[in-house]
């Protein structure tokens, strides 16, 4: 069983630049959320999808936006790049219902605003 | 908005003692609180999570404590062993049909053998 599969690992873009993320949830999982991760920080929240909509959003702008398609897998799209983008972008799967629950990661993008 | 405080920053005990990390939320709506442990460049794996109808969940060396009136949920780790060295995160989850989970700062842990 795949887990939680995020492409690019690694990406170097330049300042004003537009970027797009990638994830595939575990099996089984409809729900995909993302956080931006900042070297020796928690992950901070930036929106959750479901059934193709984002459901909740973060304190993040709107240059951040994503996408969920049909097989409930996910991009981010981040337009305008900034130098204080750079971070580790993880996402994370789960399976929708009432209640909140059990969230598997991917390993993450590790992305680089020069 | 939402905030998760998390203390300590960093911790060190000796192989074979307790360690406790503590967090306190903001968002009284809060209903699910989950604790991950993340390795140096790996992803952040759940250890233990707990809902807001209980009190106290227990895995082997692993309990979390939820205080819901004063905001405050616990972890606890027991005989400590050097590949529990790591960062541990606490985080507070909340909404209906949709959920938001904001996670702390980050405990680092050092178990010297």
């Known amino acids: 069983d795949a887990g939680v599969t995020q492409s690019p690992t690694h990406l170097i873009k330049t300042r004003g630049q537009q970027v797009t993320l990638r994830c595939s949830p575990k099996s089984g999982h409809d729900t995909v959320s993302w956080y931006q991760q900042a070297l020796g920080q928690g992950p901070q929240f930036i929106f959750q999808?479901?059934?193709?909509?984002?459901?909740q959003r973060g304190n993040f702008p709107d240059r951040f936006s994503g996408h969920q398609f049909p097989n409930y897998s996910s991009e981010l799209n981040v337009n305008a790049l900034l130098l204080g983008d750079s971070a580790l972008y993880l996402c994370?799967?789960?399976?929708?219902?009432?209640?909140?629950?059990?969230?598997?990661f991917g390993q993450g993008t590790r992305l680089t605003v020069v | 908005g939402e905030n998760v405080e998390q203390h300590p920053s960093t911790l060190s005990v000796q192989e074979g003692d307790s360690a406790v990390i503590k967090c306190t939320y903001s968002d009284s709506a809060s209903n699910y609180f989950p604790w991950y442990k993340q390795e140096l460049g790996k992803r952040p794996q759940l250890i233990i999570d707990?809902?807001?109808?209980?009190g106290e969940k227990k895995d082997q060396r692993i309990a979390v404590t939820l205080n819901k009136t004063a905001k405050h949920f616990s972890l606890h780790i027991t005989e400590t062993q050097p590949e529990d060295s790591a960062v541990y995160f606490c985080?507070?989850?909340?909404?209906?049909?949709?959920?938001?989970?904001?996670f702390g700062a980050g405990t680092r842990l050092f178990v010297k053998a």
């Open positions: 994370a799967s789960s399976l929708a219902g009432l209640w909140n629950t059990e969230a598997f």
């Open positions: 707990i809902r807001s109808n209980v």
């Open positions: 999808y479901y059934e193709e909509e984002e459901r």
């Open positions: 985080a507070a989850g909340v909404g209906t049909g949709g959920f938001k989970t904001i």
